[in-house]
C-alpha cells in the first residue's frame, strides 16, 4: 500500500541558511500533519492542515511556515536556521479531519551545521 | 504536556504476550486514546485507538477501564520485531502528544 512520502530523506544546512521540506501524503488523504523529534526526545506536533487550511498549531517557530497545496502535498519551510532544530521531521497524514488515525512518513533528517 | 504515564520499560519473551499499561486519569470524555510504537528512528507506526470500548486488530487488542482513567495494550504473540518504542498517546484536538513511551525488549 502506498505511504506517505517524504523528501528529501537527509538534509545538512549551515546556521541561518534556509530548508524546505516536503511531505506527499498518502493518496486520498487530505489532512497532514508535522511533528520534530529531537536527538533522544518524543516527537512534538508542530503544525496540521486540512483542506489546505491550517488547522491547529503547536510548538512551532516563528521561523517556520507551512501550508498545503491543492494536491494535498505540504512543504514546510525553515528560516535563519539553528543548531537546535537538527532533528528529525515527520510528516503525517489522514483521510478526513477528527479522530482518524495518522500515518507516519519515513522522515526528514535535518542537520544544522 | 503528555497526559499520559507508562513504564519506562518492559521485557517480554518470544512468543508470550506483552501486556503494556498506561495511566490517563485526566482524559476527558471524548479524546480518544492511541497506541503507536516507533522502531528506532523509523516514523511511528499507528497500531490501534479508541474511546471507552475495547479494541482488536490484527495488530494487538486495546482494553480500555470502564473509567477511562487507564488502558492495556496487549501484543498477543510478541516476536523479536516487535522491540520498539511503544507510545500511548491521548489525542488533543489534531495533536498527537507523545510521551516518553515503554521501551519494549522481546528476548528469545
Known amino acids: 500500500a502506498a505511504g506517505v512520502i517524504q523528501s528529501p530523506r537527509h538534509l545538512i544546512k549551515e546556521k541561518r541558511e534556509t530548508a524546505t521540506l516536503k511531505c506527499y501524503p498518502i493518496p486520498r488523504h487530505d489532512t497532514v500533519y508535522w511533528y520534530q523529534q529531537g536527538p533522544g526526545q518524543d516527537p512534538q506536533f508542530l503544525i496540521s492542515?486540512?483542506?489546505?487550511?491550517q488547522s491547529d498549531k503547536g510548538s512551532i517557530p516563528d521561523r517556520f511556515s507551512a501550508q498545503q497545496f491543492s494536491d494535498y502535498h505540504s512543504e514546510l519551510n525553515m528560516s535563519s536556521l539553528e543548531l537546535g532544530d537538527s532533528a528529525l521531521y515527520f510528516c503525517a497524514s489522514s483521510w478526513g479531519h477528527g479522530d482518524n488515525e495518522q500515518f507516519f512518513g519515513p522522515g526528514t533528517r535535518l542537520t544544522v551545521l | 504536556d503528555a497526559k499520559t504515564t507508562q513504564p519506562t520499560s518492559m521485557d517480554c519473551a518470544e512468543g508470550r504476550a506483552a501486556n503494556l499499561p498506561c495511566n490517563h486519569s485526566?482524559?476527558?470524555?471524548?479524546?480518544?486514546v492511541y497506541w503507536y510504537r516507533q522502531i528506532h528512528s523509523q516514523g511511528p507506526q499507528y497500531i490501534i485507538h479508541?474511546?471507552?470500548n475495547n479494541e482488536t486488530n490484527e495488530m494487538a487488542s486495546l482494553i480500555i477501564t470502564e473509567d477511562r482513567k487507564s488502558s492495556t495494550l496487549i501484543l498477543p504473540h510478541a516476536t523479536l520485531r516487535d522491540t520498539a518504542v511503544y507510545y500511548c498517546i491521548v489525542r488533543v484536538g489534531d495533536k498527537l502528544i507523545f510521551g516518553t513511551g515503554t521501551r519494549l525488549q522481546v528476548f528469545p
Open positions: 485526566t482524559i476527558s470524555g471524548n479524546e480518544y
Open positions: 492542515f486540512y483542506e489546505k487550511m
Open positions: 479508541g474511546l471507552k
